[in-house]
């Protein structure tokens, strides 16, 4: 289990073709805004998605990724995860952790659970829920982050 201000050796997804990537070593030297979500939650898509892309936008020294995590036996496609969109392309890189394993990694207590790591891939933050109170400790993280 990944806690706060410990280092994150790694973070195991799979892109859309089932190829494994680790997000440590793809975004090495730059900061990472992850949000694990699911698609089945409203926070999420309603709330914390919206959230990272305007996080995205106003933060671009940030590399922003969203994992998927996936509580089922059924597998996810590339269109169900952007069946959650309006537009055509996805706004930030969104990965897939099968079998919940990134979403354990971190002891994450429910979905969106956001984890803030430095740039020298240190877990600044952990942080779960999407509503004002975690958007506000979220906020304040993004400020410290060195």
């Not at 939650?41 to 020294?61: D, M, S, W």
């Amino acid at each position: 289990m990944n806690k706060e201000n410990t280092a994150v050796d790694s973070i195991l997804v799979q892109d859309f073709n089932g190829n494994q990537i680790d997000l440590i070593k793809e975004y090495q030297g730059k900061p990472i805004l992850v949000i694990i979500y699911n698609n089945q939650c409203l926070g999420c898509t309603g709330r914390a998605i919206p959230l990272a892309y305007q996080l995205k936008k106003e933060n671009v020294g940030v590399q922003v990724v969203g994992i998927h995590s996936n509580f089922t036996n059924t597998k996810v496609t590339e269109n169900d995860i952007k069946s959650i969109f309006t537009i055509e392309e996805l706004p930030f890189p969104i990965f897939l952790d099968e079998g919940h394993l990134v979403y354990d990694q971190f002891d994450s207590e429910g979905t969106p659970q956001w984890l803030l790591i430095t740039k020298d891939g240190i877990l600044s933050r952990s942080i779960f829920g999407s509503q004002e109170g975690a958007q506000n400790r979220l906020f304040y993280a993004l400020e410290q982050l060195d």
